[in-house]
C-alpha cells in the first residue's frame, strides 16, 4: 500500500503565497479522532514533506483523556520508540480563527515507516478500504453529514452547558430565525471553508434547541471527503469560540433533547464513474440492495466505532430519529440505512448509525467493509421498512450498551479480516480501558440516586 504523500512543491508553493505564516500546526487524528501533533516554525515545513516528523509509538493508542494504555504493545515493549508520519495531500491550508498566522496540515503514519503503530492509524484503515475496493474496479463515493450543538462559551463549567439559541429552550426543526440569529458566525464559518476549500453546503437549525445541521458535498474521492470531514469539525469548533461559543459534538448532551449524529452518504462507482446503485426504482439496483445487506449484517460488530464512547449509547432511543436496529427503508428517517429521495443518478445510502462523536476515517472504514461484504456476499436486506422502524419486527438490536459493543468488535473474525487483527486488538484494548475508568468514577447521579435510599 502505498501512502500517497503529498508532494514538497506543495509546501514551497504554499510558504510563498502565504511568507507572513508564522506557526503551522501538524495534526494526527488518533483512533478517537483526537487531533494530536505538533507546532512547526515554517522553515521547518520543507523536512516535514520530505523527510516526516516522528511521534511515539504510543501516540496512536491513547485513551480519549491522553492516557497511555500499557496492554496495547505499543508503550514499553517497543521503547515508544518514534514512528514517522508525513503531511496528507491537499491538507495544508490557513486557520483564519486562530489570533495569529497559522496553518495547519493534516499528517498520517507512514505504512513501513510508522511500524509498528501504523497499523492503528485511523486513515491508513480507510485507505485499506478504497483500495479493497479498486481492486474490484470499483470507487465508493462518500459525503460527511454532521450534526452539532453550539453552546454558551462558559459551557465548558456548566452542568447542564447552556445553548445557544434565540427562541428559548423548545426546539425549533428547520427555523430560519435560528440560523439568522447566528449570521456573523455563519458568514466566517462559510468563509473560513471557502478559504479551506471545504465544500460546506446546506445549514438548518435541527431538533434540538442550538443544535445545527451541515452538509458536506459528495467526493469520489472517498479519502478527500474524509479529510474534509475531520477538517471541517476542527473548522467548526475554532469559529464558535472565535465569536464566544463552544461547538459540541458529543452524541448525547443534554438528556432531554435529540442526539447529535455524524451521517455518512455512499455510492459506488464502476470503472467507468458509473454509480452502481443508480435506478429508477426508488430502491435501487441489487448492488445496492447487497450493500444495504452488507452494512446490516456487520453492523453491531462494528458498533464500537459506530458509538465509541460511554456517552455515545445515550443517543439511542426510540422515536429518537438515532436507530436501535440495522434496519433500512426508502425515504424513511425512523431506519438506520435509508435511500434518499433523487434523480436515479444520485441513488445512495445514508448510513445513519454514527454519532457526531465517532472518528470519521474509522467509521467509514467500517461502513465500507460492510458494503464490500455484502457486495461480494450478495446479501439480500429483506424487505425495506415501511412507517416506523423502531416498530420494525426484524433485525436485531443493535448493541445497546458500550461494554457490549466493545466484546462483539473485539471478537469479531469480519472486523478482524477488514481492519486487520492488530487494529482490532489495539483498539479494543484502549476501549476496555477507558470503559473500566468511566465505570470507575462515582458522579453525582450515584449521590442522587443512592446516597439516602440504601
Known amino acids: 500500500m502505498t501512502a500517497h504523500r503529498a508532494p514538497l512543491a506543495e509546501a514551497l508553493e504554499f510558504l510563498a503565497r502565504n511568507p507572513d505564516i508564522r506557526h503551522i500546526h501538524m495534526l494526527h487524528a488518533d483512533n478517537n479522532g483526537v487531533q494530536r501533533g505538533k507546532s512547526l516554525r515554517p522553515d521547518e515545513l520543507p523536512a516535514l514533506y520530505e523527510q516526516g516528523r516522528p ?47 497559522t496553518a495547519q496540515v493534516l499528517v498520517m503514519l507512514d505504512p513501513e515507516l510508522g511500524m509498528p503503530s501504523a497499523v492503528t492509524d485511523p ?168 450493500a444495504i445487506g452488507g452494512m446490516a449484517a456487520t453492523a453491531a460488530d462494528f458498533m464500537a466505532i459506530f458509538a465509541p464512547h460511554a456517552n455515545s449509547y445515550r443517543r439511542f432511543s426510540a422515536n429518537s430519529y438515532a436507530p436501535l436496529k440495522p434496519t433500512w427503508g426508502i425515504n424513511n428517517r425512523t431506519v438506520a440505512l435509508r435511500i434518499p429521495t433523487g434523480p436515479a443518478s444520485s441513488r445512495h445510502v445514508e448510513h445513519r448509525v454514527c454519532g457526531a462523536d465517532a472518528n470519521p476515517y474509522l467509521a467509514a472504514a467500517a461502513v465500507l467493509a460492510g458494503v464490500h461484504h455484502g457486495l461480494t456476499q450478495q446479501i439480500d436486506p429483506g424487505p425495506p421498512v415501511a412507517g416506523n422502524g423502531y416498530e420494525a419486527g426484524v433485525a436485531a438490536a443493535l448493541p445497546q450498551f458500550w461494554p457490549e459493543a466493545i466484546e462483539r468488535f473485539a471478537h469479531s473474525k469480519l472486523a478482524q479480516d477488514y481492519l486487520t487483527p492488530r487494529m482490532v486488538e489495539v483498539y479494543s484494548a484502549v476501549k476496555r480501558f477507558e470503559c473500566r475508568q468511566f465505570m470507575g468514577e462515582v458522579t453525582t447521579q450515584d449521590y442522587d440516586w443512592y446516597l439516602q435510599t440504601v
Open 55 to 101: 511521534l511515539p509509538s504510543s501516540s496512536a493508542a491513547l485513551t480519549l483523556r491522553g492516557e497511555d494504555v500499557e496492554n496495547t504493545g505499543l508503550l514499553w515493549e517497543v521503547g515508544d520508540m518514534d514512528c514517522l508520519l508525513f503531511p496528507v495531500p491537499g491538507t495544508l491550508v490557513r486557520c483564519p480563527w486562530l489570533p495569529g498566522p
Open 123 to 290: 486513515r491508513l484503515a480507510a485507505m485499506r478500504m478504497v483500495e479493497r475496493f479498486k481492486a474490484d474496479g470499483l470507487t465508493p463515493v462518500m459525503a460527511v453529514e454532521l450534526e452539532f450543538y453550539l453552546l454558551q462559551g462558559d459551557s465548558a463549567t456548566r452542568r447542564p452547558p447552556l445553548p445557544v439559541t434565540p427562541r428559548g429552550a423548545h426546539p425549533h426543526v428547520y427555523c430560519l430565525e435560528e440560523i439568522e440569529a447566528l449570521a456573523p458566525f455563519f458568514d466566517d464559518l462559510y468563509r473560513a471553508c471557502d478559504l479551506q476549500g471545504l465544500p460546506a453546503e446546506t445549514a438548518i437549525s435541527e431538533f434540538g434547541p442550538g443544535q445545527l445541521e451541515i452538509t458536506l458535498l459528495h467526493r469520489a474521492d472517498t479519502l478527500r471527503a474524509l479529510d474534509e470531514g475531520v477538517m471541517f469539525r476542527r473548522l467548526i469548533k475554532g469559529i464558535a469560540q472565535k465569536h464566544g461559543y463552544l461547538a459540541c459534538f458529543m452524541a448525547k448532551p443534554f438528556a432531554a433533547a435529540s442526539g447529535s449524529g455524524m451521517h455518512l452518504h455512499l455510492s459506488v462507482n464502476d470503472a467507468q464513474g458509473n454509480n452502481i446503485f443508480a435506478a429508477e426504482d426508488s430502491a435501487g439496483t441489487p448492488a445496492l440492495r447487497h
